[in-house]
């Protein structure tokens, strides 16, 4: 059961990347527990949220990289 401090943790970690409008953050081989994290509090990134588990999401995820805009209103 995470804590309110690692939750907190874990939203800053990709938020402190993210003030630079242009930046992404991609997290590689995290564990299911973290993806899913993400995934449940992606209203609390300043972005889009995708997380990647096959070949399948790889294109979805490069699709989203490629549209979406790069200047986000936070």
């Known amino acids: 059961m995470l804590q ?3 939750i907190s ?3 800053d970690a990709p938020n402190k990347f993210l003030s630079d409008f242009h930046a992404r953050v991609m997290i590689k081989d995290a564990p299911e ?3 899913q994290f993400f995934e449940d509090n ?3 990134i ?3 949220v995708m997380v990647v588990r096959s070949k399948e999401d790889e294109a979805k ?3 989203l990289r490629n ?3 790069k200047h986000f209103p936070y």
């Open 46 to 48: 300043k972005s889009d």
């Open 4 to 6: 309110p401090k690692d």
């Open 67 to 69: 549209t979406s805009a």
């Open 61 to 63: 995820a490069a699709q």
């Open 42 to 44: 992606q209203d609390s």
């Open 9 to 11: 943790k874990l939203i």
């Open 33 to 35: 527990s973290i993806c």
